[in-house]
């Protein structure tokens, strides 16, 4: 299953906002297209932004006929609005970041150039994501035992990354291996990532699972339902502090109360070094006409209600359990042990 195509130049994606009634494609054909498709949602999920956004500098850069002066300044300056459409995930400023590395390196080349040098590098970020996913999922089918029933979060899936995925891609991999797992999505208002897009994914693959109201989880747990937690991520914090789907916070209280083990599956591109913890990763705050009609058409609240509406939450380390990632279980102390993985 693939959620975007870059073919003959040009960059189509799956746009989400229609799933799971239509399977449409749409077609970026230039900066703005990018932009508004990611800060929409028609093209979502941390790792799979990333890998978007540098295939949509490439179709700018394309569209650009302009002297080698003119062109640098001009891709410069829209990359640095493109890394603004969604503030939360680092994965876009992670990708983009590598473009811009690319740019400098090649900004002696001429304009033909430095374009195909610019495909290159989005094309080895895309190929480097289905490779991490892969990872991600074989590392977290270890945790899975025959017969788990694990609650998930948001939409982690293929929809989410250009590969199978961060959480999901654990559960598609134990349901390879045959471990009968019955899988919990839920919800996740007011998006519907989980009742959308999950849902889809899962029956696509034939796991046995069931929606739920974000407000059933208490009582699964309650009745020994659930044993087992997978989320993604999208910033982790150097202490191991997690932001993720709003909703992501209160599973992982629930879960420490009802001693169930709470994982975070994330790609080392999802890491944010810079930042000591959760308290510096920026939120990104919603539209309140999000809240008030469910997906943008009915009112369920009164047109004048005033909402908030931020899109994740912060999840602190001390609630989580172990951090899935491309390069193995991470245990706590997060701190040291998340050096140790990046090897710093
Ligand atoms: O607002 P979204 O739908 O982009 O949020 C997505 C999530 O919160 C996912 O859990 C996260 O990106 C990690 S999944 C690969």
Known sequence: MNSIKFKNNRLYYLDQKELPLREVWRECRNLRDGFQATRDLQIRGAPLIGVFAAYCVCIHANNMDLKKED????????????????????????????IEKVIEKNSKDSVQ??????????????????????????????????????????????????????????????????????????????????????AWELMKKKIPSSVICDNTAAYLMQKNQVNKVFVGADRIASNGDTANKIGTYSIAVLSKYHKIPFYVVAPFSSFDLSIKSGKQIPIEERSGSEVKKVLNKLYVAPKAAKTISPAFDVTPHKLITAIVTDRGL???????????????
């Open 113 to 198: 150039q430095i374009k195909q040098a610019l495909l290159k590098e989005a094309k080895a970020i895309h190929a480097e994501d289905v490779a991490l996913c892969e990872r991600m999922g074989n590392f977290g089918a270890k945790l899975i035992k025959k017969g788990d029933r694990i609650l998930t979060h948001c939409n982690t899936g293929a929809l989410a990354t250009s590969g199978k995925g961060t959480a999901l891609a654990v559960v598609f991999k134990a349901k390879e291996l045959n471990k009968d797992i019955y899988v919990y999505a839920d919800e996740t208002r007011p998006l519907l990532q989980g009742s959308r897009l999950t």
């Open 71 to 98: 062109f640098l300044k001009n891709l410069r300056y829209d990359i640095a609005y493109l890394k603004t459409c969604r503030p939360t995930a680092v994965n876009l400023a992670w990708a983009l970041n590598r």
């Open 330 to 344: 991470v245990y706590p102390p997060y701190t040291k042990n998340i050096r140790k993985i990046f090897g710093v």
